[in-house]
Nanobody
């Protein structure tokens, strides 16, 4: 099994920054990808960012491109989501997910999920 645990959410003001962390443990695949998703009240879960654990190209939703950055720390088995210039519309529960193989922007293609961390941005 793979365990995924997010942390780092909180209440901030518009324009502030936050960094989310996603610690992965347990059995992992020889090749896997990490994704960040978010879900606001009354809305479907949406893609935010993704990358392969081995590095390389990163992918972002248009709504966060230029403001959010996904990165990883191999030694800590942790993936980060640096969120800058936060907006009230970024308010959501943020989830980290793991899947075998290449990246994807579709939540259904991810195998393991964390419990989520709340990010609230006030105007």
């Amino acid at each position: 099994q793979v365990q995924v645990v997010e942390s780092g959410g909180g209440l901030v003001q518009a324009g502030d920054s936050l960094r989310l962390s996603c610690a992965v443990s347990g059995r992992t695949f020889s090749s896997y990808a990490m994704g960040w998703f978010r879900q606001a009240p009354g809305k479907e879960r949406e893609f935010v960012a993704s990358m392969r654990w081995t590095g390389g190209v990163t992918y972002y939703a248009d709504s966060v491109k230029g403001r959010f950055t996904i990165s990883r720390d191999n030694a800590k088995n942790t993936v980060y989501l640096q969120m800058n210039s936060l907006k009230p519309e970024d308010t959501a529960v943020y989830y980290c997910a793991v899947r075998a193989g290449s990246t994807s922007s579709w939540p259904d293609e991810y195998d393991y999920w964390g419990q989520g961390t709340q990010v609230t941005v006030s105007s």
